[in-house]
């Protein structure tokens, strides 16, 4: 009885006054590679059913997601206009929408001039629909989350975004998603259900270690947990199992902010270098270029059933 008045008189505080060891943990969902990323081939069809699982989920959390978009994968002779209604879904479900260029093109290998103009091709129908609704289309996610390979094409490329009113949309966690998500695509056969609940259970266990190896960096940097922003894909083992990693979230203390709300926070004021050709999450990025020591620089790689899995369907 006791146990539970104490419980109650805790639930009743704000999480910040019963002390340090309680934080006020919130995440920003953002989803990339819309209207999907996979890698056997897909139907429109699929893609707008997968997104509406992606819907569903971030609804039924009230979570406010932003999806970025390649509109390349849009052009589909025939099928042009179900491929923007998949746009409009997102819109139509309260969420936002980002620039992820046309033709997913990295800033390494590729020059800032060329980048430049796959941002401004990517923007055509995602552009024409958010003015529709009123409502911005700000942010910009680099694909491979590659800024530049020096400080020369990091700025001017910066300078670019900010004279077409975008603002590069960061990200702190990654949990290799695209690496589960590339097993899940290829199971087939009579073992394939059995293998991908392996798949979920054990992307789900990533998930976990994954926050807290991000929220260790936050601590070592900063002395507090920062606003994460998690970077996924819009692909099938997320269309399956948002829900479930909301859920996680919400179980390890996070609550659900926009993208917006998480980038006002301090923390993302601080400069950060060009990402070279791997783009790390931005405590690392902070971290390197503050010159600051970390125990650990990202999420560990993964060690669960799935890497024999891995082996055999991706080849490595
Ligand atoms: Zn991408």
Redesign the pocket.
């Known amino acids: 009885m006791l146990a539970l008045a104490v419980t109650m008189a805790i639930a009743a505080l704000p999480p910040r006054a019963v002390g340090a060891t309680i934080e006020d943990k919130r995440i920003a969902i953002t989803i990339?590679?819309l209207p999907f990323?996979s890698a056997t081939p897909m139907s429109v069809m699929e893609a707008s059913r997968l997104n509406d699982s992606l819907l569903r989920a971030l609804r039924r959390h009230e979570a406010p997601a932003i999806g970025?978009v390649?509109e390349d994968r849009l052009l589909v002779a025939g099928q042009i206009d179900r491929g923007a209604a998949i746009l409009e879904a997102w819109l139509d479900a309260g969420m936002a929408l980002g620039n992820?260029n046309f033709g997913?093109v990295g800033l390494w290998d590729t020059s800032v001039e060329q980048v430049q103009a796959a941002v401004l091709k990517g923007e055509v129908i995602t552009r024409w629909l958010t003015t529709q609704r009123g409502v911005p289309l700000r942010y910009y996610?680099p694909?491979?989350?590659q800024t530049g390979r020096n400080e020369a094409d990091r700025e001017a490329f910066e300078r670019f975004l900010q004279a077409h009113g975008y603002t590069l949309a960061p990200f702190t966690v990654d949990h290799d998603d695209y690496w589960f998500a590339c097993v899940y695509d290829h199971l087939d056969g009579t073992e394939a259900a059995a293998d991908r609940q392996v798949v979920e259970d054990d992307y789900d266990a990533h998930l976990r270690r994954s926050i807290g190896v991000f929220e260790s960096m936050s601590a070592q940097l900063f002395g507090r947990q920062i606003p994460q922003i998690l970077l996924i894909?819009a692909n099938r083992l997320n269309a399956d199992t948002l829900d479930r990693s909301l859920s996680t979230l919400r179980a390890m203390g996070y609550r659900f902010i926009t993208l917006d709300e998480a980038v006002k926070d301090q923390a993302y004021q601080r400069p950060v270098a060009a990402s070279g050709k791997f783009g790390p999450s931005w405590l690392a990025r902070w971290a390197r270029f503050e010159g600051v020591k970390l125990s650990v620089y990202g999420q560990p790689d993964p060690d669960g059933p799935t890497v024999a899995l891995h082996r055999r369907h991706c080849g490595s």
Do not use: G, I, Y
Request: no cysteine; aromatic share 16%; charged share 25%.
């Open positions: 990339d590679d990323a970025f390649n992820h997913h996610r694909p491979f989350t894909h």
